[in-house]
């Protein structure tokens, strides 16, 4: 071989070689980048269940102090009805008890009115004779 040829055969050689270098870099930059999209991709949906996680949770933690205030409610209806209940107890056995009295001292104002007059006419009696 004459040395044009050679050489034309180094720089063949040299050029196959360098696209097959060429074509490994680019292989290995298509997987890096194959990788990183699917990172991406996994850390998306991480996110998007995250952000799914953390709505549930709020909904729940919204029900639970929705429920929490109901029975709050409930509670005070039911104490307010039992303290009025005890309330018109108290003030039924008060108001029988203040009938029960009036009408004892009234009772005792007509024994005494009844004996006042008693006495009266008896001294009005006795005086007239």
Do not use: H
Not at 73 to 101: M, T, Y
């Amino acid at each position: 071989m004459s040395e044009p040829e050679q050489i034309f055969v180094a720089d063949k050689g040299e050029t196959e070689q360098k696209g097959k270098k060429d074509t490994k870099k680019i292989e290995q930059t298509v997987d890096l980048l194959n990788e990183t999209q699917q990172r991406a991709a996994a850390a998306y949906t991480a996110y998007l269940e995250a952000q799914r996680q953390l709505e549930e949770a709020y909904k729940e933690q919204e029900q639970q102090a929705n429920k929490t205030y109901n029975e709050a409610v409930e509670q005070a209806g039911k104490s307010c009805e039992e303290n009025i209940a005890q309330a018109r107890k108290a003030f039924d056995s008060s108001v029988s008890r203040s009938l029960r009295i009036r009408d004892e001292a009234e009772m005792k104002a007509r024994e005494s009115r009844k004996e006042a007059l008693e006495r009266t006419w008896a001294v009005f009696i006795k005086a007239r004779k």
